[in-house]
Each structure stands twice: as structure tokens, then as C-alpha cells.
């Protein structure tokens, strides 16, 4: 047989009917899947998703549900601009396009802020070394308190009025004080009146003091 006999379709009219079927029945059924394919997956359709940023967890909970959509709390921080409880991070972001029963993950405001060891620069280090060691740590600075010591160098930390001590643990963002070390430093007036007062009370231990004992000579 030849080659322009195997190829005739008039002499081998069903073989080549077979051939045309098969890839037709092919293509109706890649067709086929795909559409079945979007259709089960509503491939181009969705929810948007709205934005529950600063609501509160029951009320954003209420909202997803009517677009049924359901929420997942995943963590927790703490911003002093939100409420607590409220709902401060949230993924997918407001605006994004998704299926139905899609879980959407928030992240909600604690009550309190989380607490935080002090960095140990107490009698520890220069005054320029403990700024920065506690500003990295996300502690605030207020202004410095200063007493009678080594320039620059600190002796120890406040928060609220109250010294500290190394390790101890304050809430992240508080404003902590720093007690530092002045070479001319001037004792307050109420002190020196104190000292004054005391002075002119004890007229005698001045003199004692005055004394000098020269039997050693």
C-alpha cells in the first residue's frame, strides 16, 4: 500500500472518521474541564473584603459573617493609638478580592503594654552610651537628673519617681529618667539653707572644729 492510498480518505473513510472523533472528543473534554474547573472554583467572582481596622473583635466577627467570610485571631500588640481590643492588622487587606468562607487573620490591640527589662546601664556606663542602649530598647527619655559624681556617668534610673534596679521590668514606650553624675555640681538652696541653719545652731562645733591639735609638733 502506498503512501497516497494511507492517506486517501476515500479508501480509508473510517480510519480517518476514528482519528477526527478522538481529537474532537479531545477538545470538547479539555473544554469541558476547564469550565468545570471555574465553575467549582468560581474562578472571577469573589468578595471583596472590608476593612475592620479599630473595630472590635465582635463586631468585625458580625460584619465578615454577613460576607461570609469567618475571622481568625492570630496575635496580639499593643499601639497607644488603639483601643484595647480593637483590631489593629489585618490580612487579606481591606479591598482584596476572595472566595467565599475565606478566613481572614487580624491581629488585635492588648490591654496593657508589654513589659521590657531596662538595659543594665546603671553605674554600668557614659551617659551617651545609656541614651542610646535605651532608646534601641524603646524606652523614652525625659530630662536628666543630676547629683554630685563623675561628669556623664550614671548612676542610676527613675520611672514614675521610683529608682529602678538592673533587669528590673517597665512598660515598653515609658518615660524613664536618668540620674547622672556632675563634677560641679551645686547643691540646691533649701539644702544650703539647711546646712546654714544647722551651722548657726552649733556655734560650738564650729569652734571644736576650729581647733587644731599641735601637741605633735
Request: aromatic fraction near 10%; include cysteine; hydrophobic fraction near 40%.
Amino acid at each position: 500500500m502506498t503512501i497516497k492510498k494511507i492517506f486517501s480518505f476515500s479508501k480509508n473513510r473510517y480510519f480517518w472518521l476514528n482519528i477526527l472523533g478522538m481529537i474532537l472528543f479531545i477538545v470538547i473534554a479539555i473544554y469541558a474541564t476547564f469550565e468545570g474547573l471555574d465553575i467549582y472554583t468560581q474562578h472571577g467572582k469573589g468578595i471583596s473584603v472590608p476593612s475592620v481596622r479599630g473595630m472590635q473583635l465582635d463586631e468585625a466577627e458580625m460584619l465578615l459573617r454577613n460576607q461570609h467570610l469567618e475571622i481568625v485571631v492570630i496575635d496580639s500588640t499593643y499601639l497607644s493609638e488603639y483601643p484595647s481590643g480593637a483590631i489593629v492588622e489585618q490580612n487579606p487587606n481591606a479591598g482584596s478580592r476572595v472566595k467565599k468562607e475565606r478566613l481572614i487573620y487580624v491581629t488585635i490591640n492588648s490591654k496593657s503594654a508589654p513589659q521590657k527589662a531596662i538595659p543594665d546601664v546603671i553605674d554600668n556606663c557614659s551617659l551617651r552610651e545609656a541614651q542610646a542602649k535605651i532608646g534601641a530598647a524603646g524606652f523614652i527619655l525625659g530630662e536628666n537628673e543630676y547629683i554630685l559624681g563623675e561628669k556623664d556617668w550614671v548612676y542610676g534610673i527613675k520611672y514614675r519617681g521610683r529608682k529602678l534596679t538592673s533587669g528590673e521590668k517597665v512598660p515598653i514606650g515609658a518615660t524613664l529618667i536618668l540620674v547622672v553624675g556632675d563634677d560641679k555640681f551645686f547643691m540646691p538652696e533649701t539644702e544650703l539653707d539647711s546646712l546654714n541653719k544647722i551651722s548657726i545652731n552649733n556655734p560650738k562645733q564650729e569652734e571644736e572644729e576650729a581647733v587644731v591639735d599641735d601637741s605633735w609638733f
